[in-house]
């Protein structure tokens, strides 16, 4: 099945600042996809990232907010831009894996913002 | 409105006992289904999938049942063991592969006592 390394695992980072969140996946995915977790919510989908093509933002996400990048097909970076502390979340990406049926996730990106 | 709900947020079993954990689902047009198990500070990691063109799905000590009439479905794992202490969720998508999104459970946490 697929690996996938995000990075990085954790950060605290102050408010109105950027952090920029990067998934590498050792094999070549069409499509990549982002999901935040908020504390005691759901994985919700942020965006889908195609390569050569601008994403795909799910209703309530603005790529103003949560630029994201997909400059080949193993790796993205998503952005979150001018944070405040309800951004305060896990960021994780993900891909299809055919073998599992199933998708596969990176290991996450635990953001507090203060 | 919560698609795919897990009512019960968490659920503690004996170790070599049976754990059940439901879900219920509301779109009609989810025809695929996933359980992913969370340990803290780790993505989601696939578990089992299963396709509404079945009811049940067996991979080793973990089986899903799904009726698509009720729209639930539920995990059972049997003998439970104490590594299978995490957090479960339930997501579903309107067709395997591709495009189609996830949409997640708020998930439930299952504790196995020794």
């Known amino acids: 099945s697929a690996v996938i390394s995000q990075k990085p695992s954790r950060d605290i980072c102050q408010r109105g600042t950027s952090l920029t969140i990067q998934c590498q996946v050792d094999?070549?995915?069409?499509?990549m996809f982002w999901y935040r977790q908020q504390p005691g919510q759901s994985l919700t989908l942020i965006a889908t990232?195609?390569?050569?093509?601008?994403?795909?933002?799910e209703s309530g996400f603005v790529i103003d907010k949560f630029p994201i990048s997909r400059p080949n097909l193993t790796f993205s970076t998503l952005t979150v831009s001018n944070m405040s502390p309800e951004d305060s979340s896990i960021y994780l990406c993900?891909?299809?894996?055919?073998?599992?049926?199933?998708?596969?996730f990176g290991s996450g990106t635990r953001l507090t913002v203060v | 409105d919560q698609q795919v709900k897990q009512n019960s947020p968490s659920l503690s079993v004996q170790e070599g006992r049976i754990s059940i954990l439901n879900c219920d689902y509301t779109?009609?047009?989810?025809?695929?289904f996933l359980w992913y198990k969370k340990y803290p500070a780790e993505g989601p990691t696939f578990l089992i999938s299963?396709?509404?063109?079945?009811d049940k799905n067996e991979d080793g000590r973990f089986t899903v049942f799904l009726n698509k009439s009720a729209k639930h479905l539920s995990l059972h794992i049997v003998p439970s063991q104490p590594g299978d202490s995490a957090v479960y969720f339930c997501?579903?998508?309107?067709?395997?592969?591709?495009?189609?999104?996830?949409?997640f459970g708020k998930g439930t946490k299952l504790t196995v006592n020794p």
């Open positions: 993900s891909v299809e894996d055919r073998d599992l049926h199933g998708y596969t």
């Open positions: 094999s070549q995915v069409t499509m």
């Open positions: 990232a195609n390569q050569g093509s601008e994403a795909t933002y």
């Open positions: 779109n009609s047009m989810f025809d695929y």
């Open positions: 299963i396709s509404s063109i079945k």
């Open positions: 997501a579903a998508s309107p067709m395997r592969g591709g495009s189609e999104k996830l949409v």
